[in-house]
């Protein structure tokens, strides 16, 4: 047998150990996701010094264990505390809001922007937080994407309203030894072959002669 046709047997060889072979297990991966908190006052008042609608968002931290670098989970960033009081005669519409706070995942911190909009009526009124920028976290292995899902708190009278504000994060593996597609150790073991087989047509004509 050539050396050739030996490299040949040997690729096909490690195809099949690649692509056949037990997979391994991945280590499971622990995220620690911490918020900063922030407070809005003063919300939707028509003019009035403090006004009495305000939104309290305490900080939080969680914890979550996936199976691997990969999945995705949601998380509670903040507890919410609505407070509904006056603000004013003539004060019902919608109104817009933001503020920011801190997000903090496994020790690197960003800031979160938010953007949110109350809507004080002549009995109830409500505050709904809308949406917030998209974070990326990255790892040497692994990165997180963090989105807000949008939170309604409604308050039937004045007084404490409570609620929740939470994201999701999608964990995503980071290809750090990559490894050949299939299809292209199978162009290149068939090229090899064909190399072989013409190499043997060769000296099998040169022997005849």
């Known amino acids: 047998m050539s050396h050739l046709t030996k490299a040949v047997v040997a690729l096909l060889g490690f195809i099949v150990f690649a692509f056949a072979g037990p997979t391994v297990k991945a280590d499971p ?3 620690v996701t911490e918020s900063s908190g922030f407070l809005r ?3 939707g008042n028509n003019g009035v010094p403090n006004g009495l609608d305000s939104l309290l968002g305490t900080a939080v931290t969680n914890t979550q264990t996936l199976a691997g670098n ?3 989970f949601i998380g ?3 507890n919410l505390t609505f407070t509904e009081g006056f603000t004013g005669f003539g004060s019902e519409g919608a109104y817009v ?3 920011s706070q801190l997000l903090t995942v496994n020790g690197q911190t960003q800031v979160l922007n938010l953007s949110g909009l109350i809507n004080i009526g002549t009995v109830e009124d409500s505050i709904h937080i809308l949406s917030g920028d998209i974070l990326t976290f990255n790892f040497d292995t692994f990165s997180v994407v963090a989105t807000v899902l949008p939170s309604d708190v409604f308050g039937t009278a004045n007084g404490d309203f409570f609620g929740a504000l939470s994201a999701q994060f999608v964990v995503t593996p980071k290809d750090c030894n990559a490894v050949p597609e299939p ?8 090229g090899l072959a064909g190399v072989a ?5 060769h000296r099998r004509k040169a022997s005849s002669l």
């Open 29 to 31: 991966l622990t995220l």
């Open 41 to 43: 006052s003063n919300l």
């Open 70 to 72: 990969t999945g995705s």
């Open 76 to 78: 509670t960033l903040n």
């Open 97 to 99: 809001f933001s503020m």
């Open 183 to 190: 299809t292209t150790i199978l162009l290149l073991g068939t």
């Open 197 to 201: 087989a013409r190499m043997r047509k």
